[in-house]
């Protein structure tokens, strides 16, 4: 596959000066058979704005992907819709009716997800992973190994990571995105490290809800291939050994 770009649009945490942060998250995915938009963030005038002052338009994405239902992930979607409506959403079967009915409503396509999904050319959803808050990641085969993009892995990240695997068949080139670690100890922290590392990830780069004590700890361990993550960050996998 060729080039493939993740640039965070939406995150609290901030990277690019000039750009907006608040809670939540969102990713653009280029250069793939689809441009992918992963996640909202929370608010759409944030999400619109952030997507100017990096030059991204609107109507150049025409794929959207919803981890789950939180507000942080999803509630940028209907001023996203009001641009372009011309997209294809993958949103999990479970998402309550009354979103659903507003999707359509707004005129974009709709796909629901339950088992794992081919979204495009080497391209995946997870399917619904987790119990209490249900979930999809996203998973992208390149010719380095596998890309994860997760919006807050409530199914815990290394169950993500172990099921694109598992799906796949190859080694993880990096896990990104929110690994909901914000509000955990130390110990477990380093368990989730350590499996890192015995599963053979390569660079990892948490961010919304995985807390500055857990990306501190990421980047004592992965040195180098700590990928320092926030809004206005762009990630190539043409920069990834």
Not at 177 to 193: D, M, N, Q
Request: net charge neutral.
């Amino acid at each position: 596959m060729e080039k493939i770009s993740a640039t965070i649009i939406y995150d609290n945490n901030l990277y690019k000066q000039g750009l907006e942060t608040a809670w939540g998250f969102s990713a653009l995915i280029t250069g793939a058979e689809k441009t992918i938009l992963f996640d909202t963030g929370g608010d759409g005038p944030i999400l619109l704005g952030n997507m100017e002052k990096l030059g991204i338009e609107p109507s150049s994405i025409d794929t959207i992907v919803l981890s789950h239902i939180d507000g942080d992930h999803t509630g940028g979607l209907g001023s996203f819709l009001e641009k372009n409506n011309n997209v294809t959403i993958y949103l999990l079967k479970t998402f309550p009716k009354r979103f659903k009915d507003n999707v359509q409503t707004a005129g974009a396509k709709m796909v629901e997800v339950e088992q794992s999904v081919k979204i495009c050319e080497n391209v995946y959803s997870t399917g619904r992973l987790g119990n209490l808050k249900k979930e999809q990641s996203l998973i992208i085969q390149t010719d380095k190994g596998l890309l994860v993009i997760t919006g807050c892995a409530h199914p815990g990240i290394v169950k993500i990571v172990n099921t694109a695997k598992d799906l796949l068949k190859d080694d993880i080139l990096f896990a990104m995105g929110g690994f909901h670690l914000e509000w955990s100890p130390r110990s477990k922290i380093e368990k989730v490290i350590s499996a890192f590392e015995q599963l053979n990830v390569k660079y990892a780069a948490p961010s919304h809800c995985s807390g500055q004590k857990a990306r501190n700890l990421f980047e004592e361990h992965f040195g180098k291939n700590y990928i320092n993550i926030g809004a206005g960050k762009t990630i190539t996998t043409q920069d990834l050994q």
